[in-house]
């Protein structure tokens, strides 16, 4: 039997009272792709970074080719020939690619420049070692940390939801090259909580629940739902069915919107236009990064347009483009960011206070003093309806989980019984129970008469929720498709800006 | 002794925590306590200038009488309530007298010596008395007035300056008498004054300094300053320099044309000795050559030695009375008449002095 | 961070227990530490601490000069406090100060024989309108034309400087004054009520702790003080909720500018007296201190004045009866703010033993 490149027994680690990692087996062959499954805080990161040499264990056995090493750093990792591409990634905007790897990679830059184009073409990773950063794409920047990895030739390539950045096009793309290297001998550990992806292109899957493997299996044996409730530990529960519905009167209309931002290094849009009626659930599908933000601070009020431009947008029936956020929540507007830490809530503050931030006009400020006891209870039913896991209202926002805040940020807007509510990625990061709990509210909203307008990369989402998309892709919005009429392709299609034409 | 802290401070202190503070000035008494004396100034006491010259005249009083005096001297303390309140606290730490040592600490002192009738004050350059508070001030244009002598005679150029803090009758007379002393010797010598209005700001000083020389001045009278700002400028740009109250030959060897320096040891030893023996009483002193506070010194080796012997016979003569400074006819900047031929100003005249003689080209602030 | 396998990390919500136990171990701290100094400097160490930090709590005199002196440090800091929570950084109420002290000093300068019982009240009025309109400058500067206002509210305190200059050598001098640069001395109705017997307290200190008071209603209690913190902790959740900035701009400096002008206009009719140069000592920077000691916190603040005050006299104490330089007391202040600000980040965070490899 020959010795398998990575074996792990027993390892475990503790943060606190936290258990991260509690006795973790893993092993992984040569030339093999290996998923790591787990839902968002079941240890899959802690692992990672225990392999790669960023935190130490508490406890277990990791050999590296048969013998036992304990990496203390990254460097060190990279040396037995371990190498890591995260989600975010680590790259200088300003610099070109080539200024980038050579950071990292010893060597003359000609020289540099031929093994990028060299490494380019054998794996499918072509990108222009002159380019600057800041022009790549998503996908272009993800080849230029892949071949980052690549340069110090290493056995296994670590890869943290590479996927989740990347349009469906390039994970096709993404997976070929992944192939490549498996066929050149490269182990890759490929960490998702998506199971499709990991049905596709990975022989093995180590599944962890709550820090502690749950199961090892090849994933091509087993379907979409065995794999999920090895995941999280029950069936996965569904969405009701999409109830057949009139749509009301227009909640927010968009007619052809041209808008430049401020920030030099952000997505211009160019004759946006949108129509969403109360009682519909409409989705804005497309990679981040095309527009998504500008359009999201817009909408929201964050940004305003000048007196002369405000019918360019209708909110509940006013011309808004130059009202501020509050004046647009005062029509019955809410709104949930994308980023929820430091904008959807403040770190520093507790979960009542931050309940506060848009919920005062719910009757929690009287006379300009602050209602504590009525805070208190609005923040109180916030945990128990959107079952928010936390010690009580008075902890610190920045201490929550990412999911668990996002379910407090969507209850407290919810709460506020809008009539147009807008979410910019409303399961980011979300493990799937919580997300399934999101979507089923959004549904809900939906159902009780609201106009809901939904931002997201994730298409399978969009397709359970929404009852039309549209595709935004560099600054431009594609016509409204009904989901029912459509395959996913076609998405697919207007992301990469493949369907040009079609009046909006 | 001028060691501000020993045992006994510690126990007095302690005491003073334990029994409260009024009980004090009965124990000292008690005990045979060395006679307090508390030095306040504004600024640091460095090694030249105002403050260094009221320092020395103190360390003069140690040498006459060791152990029974009992020297507190505190710098840098900002005029207004905080002196107040420092004032306040040295009386009741139990010392019995007082040099306030500059005129901003005048509402204070005086309020102190109200509520203190044992205590004998020594104010710098004010203008109230009372019974135990005695405003003193040193003639410093008698010291002028020679240099400005000297300054004429080493001039090139005609023009003289003067870097000068306050527009206050002691600087204002002090250029005057430098004015009339330079006439003395060259009628038509011209005296330009920038006021920088601060006791201790060398950069202000020095840029003070930089303008009159640029404007062809070639003496600089360094009017106030605790610092060698204006000294080092000018030996650095070759210009004659010369200041009040303390030496700072070391900072211009070449261009120093002489110190107007004053000794503060013959005043503090007499105002000493008539506390001690309970006849301190109030009044004005104004002091100058006669008293010995005035000293002329560091005479510079470029002044032609004619002039240095009239400057000399002119001290002796300020000194014995035979001749007074400010003796008509005087003419004012603005025409007008200050003296008239053979009459003298009085003391009264000087130390409100708030006009400045014909050949002082700037304006006075008004 | 993380240094010889420690590092700090964030606790779910800053510890209570430990805002209260950090200042103390400060002091203590620091008291260690300048004990060593002035062994070297062969000071009594003893009679250094007592004189400093002793004397001033237990004698009466002393304290009702602490008292006194924590006045405007009171109130100016509790002002620029609600800036500093909004991230609206005053640097200026120096130059507030100063104003607030010249607009109470027309009163008595215009009117020198002015009486009544009512001259005090309107003077400290004019001067909390004087700082407020020093601080509009810098108000309009920031919101208008997106300049620091860091950087104006410091220029202008320059400028608040040199005015007071220009009216004290100019036409505010005292005619009777010898050209020395100060106004007239006040009369009795111009001054400030004494509310302690025997001491310099006046009513300042009532104005400054129901400042203190209205403070603490405006920035725990009312929206808008909510409001403002959201600004400082977080611009783009303030942002996002459409809460105006500029109304916090606004807000913030005038409040700063209220207080500190309320500050300099009880300092001219208290413990001064009279329009001098010396009035600009450097409250208006000191009290940035104060707020920050604090917390930013009005309960804080009013500990924390109390601190620097305490230090302020007991260092004058330290010179004046164990004859320590006035340097020494700079360092012993110094050292004191630094241990603080050490302690401080204990509330927030918390030290954690990295474990050592792998025990297998």
Not at chain 1, 63 to 80: C, D, I
Not at chain 3, 75 to 84: E, K, P, R, T, Y
Not at chain 3, 118 to 144: D, E
Not at chain 3, 158 to 166: G, R, T, V, Y
Request: aromatic share 6%.
């Amino acid at each position: 039997m020959p010795v398998p490149l990575l074996s792990i027994r027993g390892l475990s680690k503790s943060y606190g009272a936290v258990h991260a990692n509690r006795g973790i087996d893993l092993t992984v062959e040569k030339g093999s792709i290996h998923a790591i499954l787990g839902e968002n805080g079941a240890g899959k990161s802690t692992l990672m970074k225990l392999i790669y040499g960023v935190e130490s264990p508490d406890a277990g056995q990791v050999s590296w080719q048969g013998k036992p090493v304990r990496p203390t750093s990254p460097a060190e990792a990279r040396k037995l020939g371990i190498g890591m591409v995260f989600q975010h990634f680590s790259l200088f905007e300003t610099l070109t690619v080539v200024e980038n790897i050579s950071l990292i990679v010893p060597g003359r830059t000609a020289a540099l420049v031929t093994r990028i184009r060299d490494l380019g073409r054998e794996y499918g990773l072509e990108v222009d070692p002159r380019a600057h950063v800041h022009s790549l794409s998503v996908g272009e920047r993800q080849r230029v940390e892949i071949i980052r990895c690549l340069m110090t030739d290493p056995d296994l390539l670590i890869l943290d939801e590479p996927t989740s950045v990347l349009p469906q096009q390039s994970v096709a793309r993404l997976f070929d090259t992944l192939r490549r290297l498996r066929d050149r001998g490269v182990s890759i550990l490929f960490i998702s909580h998506k199971l499709e992806e990991i049905r596709a292109i990975c022989d093995h899957a180590t599944i962890l629940r709550d820090g502690a493997v749950t199961g090892t299996v090849d994933p091509r044996d087993h379907d979409a739902t065995d794999l999920a409730t090895m995941m999280i530990g029950r069936d996965m529960p569904a969405l009701p069915p999409a109830t057949a519905h009139k749509p009301g009167k227009v909640a927010l209309e968009l007619a052809g919107l041209d808008h430049t931002p401020d920030d030099p290094f952000g997505q211009p849009l160019s004759k946006v236009a949108l129509r969403l009626h109360q009682g519909e659930v409409l989705g804005i599908a497309g990679v981040s990064g095309n527009g998504q933000a500008e359009l999201a601070r817009l909408i929201s009020g964050e940004v305003t347009l000048p007196d002369h431009r405000a019918a360019e947008v209708l909110m509940l029936g006013q011309a808004a483009g130059d009202l501020g956020a509050a004046a647009r929540r005062a029509l019955g507007f809410a709104f949930v960011p994308e980023e929820r830490l430091g904008r959807g809530a403040v770190p520093e503050m507790s979960l009542a206070d931050n309940t506060l931030l848009t919920a005062h006009r719910a009757g929690l400020v009287r006379r300009g003093m602050i209602d504590r006891a009525r805070e208190a209870q609005f923040t109180a039913t916030c945990i128990r309806d959107f079952d928010v896991r936390t010690p009580g209202p008075r902890t610190e926002a920045g201490a929550l989980s990412g999911g668990n805040l996002q379910k407090f940020i969507v209850g407290r807007e919810i709460m506020l019984a809008p009539r147009l509510l807008f979410v910019s990625q409303p399961t980011w990061g979300v493990d799937i129970g919580a997300a399934t709990a999101i979507r089923r509210r959004l549904v809900a909203m939906r159902d009780a008469g609201a106009a809901v307008l939904i931002i997201s990369e994730e298409i399978e989402e969009l397709f359970e929720i929404c009852d039309r998309v549209q595709v935004l892709n560099a600054g431009r919005l594609s016509p409204s498709m009904k989901v029912r009429d459509i395959r996913v392709e076609d998405v697919g299609r207007h992301m990469i800006g493949a369907a040009e034409g079609g009046a909006a | 002794m001028t060691s501000t802290l020993n045992r006994r401070g510690f126990l007095q202190t302690t005491a003073a925590a334990a029994l409260g503070a009024g009980l004090m000035p009965a124990l000292a008494r008690a005990q045979g306590e060395p006679l307090g004396i508390a030095l306040v100034v504004p600024s640091p006491f460095g090694d030249v200038g105002w403050s260094h010259a009221l320092a020395m005249g103190l360390d003069q009083v140690v040498a006459e009488y060791g152990d029974r005096v009992k020297i507190t001297k505190l710098e840098n303390i900002p005029e207004g309530p905080d002196a107040d309140r420092i004032m306040n606290k040295v009386v009741a730490d139990g010392n019995k007298m007082l040099i306030a040592g500059s005129f901003g600490y005048q509402n204070g002192a005086m309020q102190v010596a109200r509520r203190n009738p044992d205590l004998s004050v020594l104010h710098a350059s004010g203008f109230m008395v009372a019974p135990n508070f005695t405003p003193f001030a040193a003639r410093n244009y008698q010291g002028t007035y020679l240099m400005g002598m000297a300054a004429a005679a080493v001039s090139k150029t005609g023009k003289l300056g003067s870097v000068s803090a306050f527009a206050i009758p002691e600087l204002v007379s002090s250029i005057n008498a430098f004015t009339l002393g330079a006439q003395a010797i060259n009628p038509d010598i011209q005296v330009a004054v920038v006021w920088v209005n601060t006791w201790f700001d060398p950069a202000k000083e020095q840029e003070a300094a930089r303008a009159l020389l640029a404007q062809g001045c070639d003496v600089i009278y360094s009017n106030g300053q605790d610092t060698p700002s204006v000294v080092s400028i000018c030996e650095e740009t070759g210009a004659y320099v010369f200041n009040l109250n303390s030496s700072m030959l070391k900072y211009a060897p070449t261009k120093y044309l002489g110190c107007v320096a004053t000794d503060w040891a013959p005043f503090f030893l007499q105002s000493v000795k008539a506390h001690l023996e309970g006849d301190f009483e109030g009044h004005t002193a104004y002091l100058g050559l006669a008293e010995g506070v005035i000293q002329p010194m560091d005479w510079n080796a470029d002044i032609p030695s004619e002039v240095m012997t009239r400057i000399t016979e002119t001290q002796a003569q300020l000194t014995d009375g035979s001749m007074h400074v400010f003796t008509g006819p005087i003419a004012r900047q603005d025409g007008g008449e200050a003296a008239a031929e053979g009459v003298i100003l009085g003391d009264e005249d000087i130390v409100s002095m708030d006009w400045h003689v014909a050949g002082v080209t700037t304006p006075l602030p008004s | 961070m993380n240094l010889a396998g420690y590092r700090l990390a964030r606790r779910d919500k800053a510890s209570r227990k430990l805002a209260v136990v950090a200042p103390v171990v400060a002091l203590l701290l620091s008291i260690a530490l300048n004990f060593a100094l002035y062994m070297a400097m062969g000071k009594n160490p003893v009679a250094v601490f007592q004189a400093m930090l002793i004397e001033p709590v237990i004698s009466w005199p002393a304290f009702s000069e602490v008292l006194l002196k924590m006045t405007p440090l009171l109130l100016i800091a509790q002002g620029l406090a609600a800036g500093f929570r909004a991230k609206v950084i005053n640097i200026g109420a120096e130059g507030q100060f100063i104003l607030g002290a010249i607009f109470a000093s027309a009163v008595p300068v215009w009117f020198p024989q002015i009486s009544g019982l009512w001259v005090w009240p309107l003077m400290i009025v004019l001067g909390g309108i004087g700082g407020m309109l020093w601080a509009v400058v810098p108000a309009i500067w920031r919101v208008r034309l997106n300049a620091s206002e860091i950087l104006v509210t410091l220029m202008m305190s320059l400028i608040a400087a040199q005015l007071l200059n220009f009216l004290l050598v100019g036409p505010w001098k005292d005619p009777m004054g010898f050209n020395f640069p100060q106004s007239v001395i006040f009369p009795l109705d111009a001054t400030l009520p004494l509310i302690l017997p025997g001491t310099r307290v006046n009513v300042a200190l009532a104005i400054a702790l129901i400042w203190s008071v209205a403070c603490w209603v405006y920035l725990q209690r009312s929206f808008q003080g909510y409001q403002l913190m959201v600004g400082g902790l977080a611009p783009q959740a303030a942002g996002y909720a459409g809460y105006s900035q500029s109304r916090a701009v606004w807000m913030s400096l005038l409040i700063g500018g209220l207080a500190a002008g309320l500050a300099g206009a009880s300092e001219v009719a208290g413990p001064v007296g009279q329009l001098q140069r010396s009035i600009a000592s450097g409250y208006g920077y000191s009290a940035i201190i104060v707020a920050y000691l604090g917390g930013l916190h009005p309960v804080g603040i009013v500990f924390s004045s109390l601190l620097i005050a305490i230090l302020y006299i007991g260092g004058d104490n330290a010179m004046v009866s164990a004859g320590l330089p006035v340097a020494a007391v700079r360092v012993f202040q110094g050292s004191l703010l630094v241990c603080y600000l050490a302690a401080i980040t204990l509330v927030r965070y918390r030290v954690i033993r990295e474990p050592k490899g792998i025990r297998a």
